[in-house]
């Protein structure tokens, strides 16, 4: 994209607040959440949502973003933000080096994943952290407390949501991610929706519980992808009159062919977490899902692909002595410590893993359907008379038709608040 043309220097003018508090003098296109999500819908496309648990696919995925001319989003959960080397603090400085090292052009979100909450003290606590993550240059967030019953979930998300400002984006989620089967109803997700509109809280994006599962697909275990794509768009054309549509969570391990359908249920986000993990590590992966290959019982690493073997030595050395199986998710948890030498491994080494990260990502995104949405998110911004994207809609329903007598009240468990 030319960043000396008219529409993008309309679209500076027109960055978020804190975007240009943090970055004014700096051609960068970090853009509200909100625009992008805007310019999905109305594309009827998919955009990638990358989780950056090591920076350096941020790069990748930028990369191929301007090359292809799509939007995308650059993610990390909190939880995720505990144990990886991406961090909140950080994540956001990388992204704007990365995009400066491309001569700009590239039109992305930070959105915060699966900020989550699981009762009373986390929301305190959302409500003097998030405006720190504003002022550290986060553009989207999603709150997740779906893993609290319905009403609880409502209340939480509802407060939660109050502390970040209207012209970001905003995410929201109802039913636990746990795998095939596990399938979020109709009835909650009105209840939900409803409820949140009833107190002026008008989200993007809605996350379900649709059959997909975080994390690598154990077939050897008799995991299989699961989506339903069917209940998937029950629910999003219930929503569909409150302006939401749905976040697609736990792509990782999908077939592409099947990723290549979600633009027709109203799926406008999509993210892929364990999938860019894998190629960072460079693990033996099934090369149309990105699924790592366990049918040895254990992650095999490649070599000539991700990190050097004699780093992933001692990532698997200090998994045995942390007692991880050599097959177990929690294999993510070395991002943190082994993190900053991922990061100083020879420029080979890093070329070879930003290079298969920008791959991957121009798969996605041909799949996603959103090559030249970017050019789309520019039209969106240009609509606005300045840079506050906040949506132009209306409270719908009264608030007492969301009473905790009229919840569904399914109950959830503790959950995974990851990707």
């Not at 209840?191 to 690598?216: C, E, K, M, Q, R």
């Not at 698997?316 to 998710?329: F, L, N, Q, T, Y």
Request: glycine share 8%.
């Amino acid at each position: 994209m030319d960043v000396s043309s008219k529409a993008y220097k309309a679209m500076l003018e027109r960055r978020p607040l804190n975007v240009r508090a943090l970055w004014e003098n700096e051609s960068v296109g970090l853009v509200s959440g909100r625009d992008i999500y805007a310019a999905a819908r109305e594309l009827g496309c998919v955009i990638l949502a990358a989780n950056c648990r090591c920076p350096l696919t941020a790069k990748g995925v930028l990369r191929a973003a301007k090359k292809l001319n799509s939007a995308v989003v650059l993610e990390i959960a909190k939880s995720e933000a505990s144990y990886c080397y991406g961090r909140f603090d950080n994540l956001p400085t990388f992204a704007v080096k990365y995009s400066k090292e491309l001569g700009d052009g590239v039109i992305f979100a930070m959105h915060v994943d699966h900020y989550g909450i699981k009762g009373a003290s986390d929301v305190s606590k959302a409500v003097s952290h998030i405006p720190m993550l504003v002022g550290q240059g986060w553009t989207s967030l999603a709150v997740d407390a779906s893993h609290l019953p319905d009403f609880e979930n409502l209340c939480a998300t509802r407060d939660v949501a109050m502390s970040l400002p209207a012209y970001l984006g905003l995410e929201v989620e109802v039913g636990e991610i746990k795998g095939a089967g596990e399938l979020s109803t109709v009835e909650e997700a009105l209840f939900f929706i409803g409820g949140l509109n009833a107190w002026g809280v008008y989200p993007d994006l809605l996350a379900i519980s649709n059959g997909s599962l975080h994390g690598t697909y154990d077939s050897a275990s008799g995991q299989q992808e699961g989506i339903d794509l069917n209940r998937t768009l029950e629910i999003a054309e219930a929503v569909k009159p409150y302006g939401v549509t749905i976040a697609q969570h736990g792509i990782s391990g999908t077939p592409l062919n099947k990723v290549a359908e979600f633009h027709k249920y109203q799926i406008n986000k999509g993210n892929v977490a364990t999938l860019f993990q894998n190629v960072a590590f460079g693990l033996k992966m099934d090369p149309d899902t990105g699924n790592a290959d366990l049918s040895s019982g254990a992650y095999v690493k490649e070599s000539g692909r991700g990190i050097s073997d004699s780093l992933w030595k001692k990532i698997v050395s200090w998994a045995d002595g942390e007692k991880i199986s050599r097959k177990s998710g929690d294999y993510k948890k070395a991002n943190l410590p082994f993190g900053q030498a991922m990061m100083q491994e020879s420029s080979e080494i890093v070329e070879r893993v930003v290079a298969e990260t920008e791959e991957w990502t121009a798969r996605f995104i041909k799949a996603m359907k959103s090559e030249g949405s970017a050019d789309k998110v520019l039209e969106v911004v240009s609509r606005r008379a300045d840079h506050n994207a906040a949506p132009e809609r209306r409270t719908e329903k009264s608030r007492a038709d969301y009473t905790p007598d009229k919840a569904p009240n399914k109950k959830q468990g503790e959950g995974n608040f990851d990707d």
